[in-house]
T-cell receptor
């Protein structure tokens, strides 16, 4: 099992602040995905990063994939209450039966207060 | 395309009973995944199908758990002789080929009393 460690586990900030969430592993991943999950719903994909060193931006969210493809970060600028949720990173690897499997980290629970 | 749908949304059962959940994936997706998630944790991988073939099973999946995808379309996950530790959200996801992202359903929340 290829493990992903996310930090911090919990984050409570005020509207307008910036934050960074980290996702680290000792394993190399073929690609890495970030999802956001709200209570009572399934995770929803935010971004996929494939190339080492890749940076992708989605409005106020900036995602970076480490050069060695073992780690990633998510930076949110000027957080808003609507950003509240569980942020999950997930790494893709080739499974034993040559399919593709996805392992999730435990997530970062973000609360943005007005 | 209505996305991935799961049924039921909620299930309360007594310990020792059997339960079965259904997942209908996005129609053109050939991969289907089952995950389990407990409160405050990320989803834990249970099993994965490519078409009707079950390609991988997690060690988390005890002998009481069985999953099928008989025609490569919908899938069922059965838990026999449920235990209180089985209480969790069971998520189904589907995807296309390669590194296609997973599309999740909204899950079935199981409570074992």
């Amino acid at each position: 099992t290829q493990l992903l460690e996310q930090s911090p586990q919990f984050l409570s900030i005020q509207e307008g602040e910036n934050l960074t969430v980290y996702c680290n592993s000792s394993s190399v991943f073929s690609s890495l995905q970030w999802y956001r999950q709200e209570p009572g719903e399934g995770p929803v994909l935010l971004v996929t990063v494939v190339t080492g060193g890749e940076v992708k931006k989605l409005k106020r969210l900036t995602f970076q994939f480490g050069d060695a493809r073992k780690d990633s970060s998510l930076h949110i600028t000027a957080a808003q209450p609507g950003d509240t949720g569980l942020y999950l990173c997930a790494g893709t690897y080739r499974s034993r039966d040559s399919g593709y499997a996805l392992n999730f980290g435990k997530g970062t629970s973000l609360l943005v207060t007005p | 395309d209505t996305g991935v749908s799961q049924d039921p949304r909620h299930k309360i059962t007594k310990r020792g009973q059997n339960v079965t959940f259904r997942c209908d994936p996005i129609s053109e997706h050939n991969r289907l995944y089952w995950y389990r998630q407990t409160l405050g944790q990320g989803p834990e991988f249970l099993t994965y199908f490519q078409n009707e073939a079950q390609l991988e099973k997690s060690r988390l999946l005890s002998d009481r758990f069985s999953a099928e995808r008989p025609k490569g379309s919908f899938s069922t996950l059965e838990i026999q002789r449920t235990e209180q530790g089985d209480s969790a959200m069971y998520l189904c996801a589907s995807s296309g080929t390669g590194y296609s992202p997973l599309h999740f359903g909204n899950g079935t929340r199981l409570t074992v009393t």
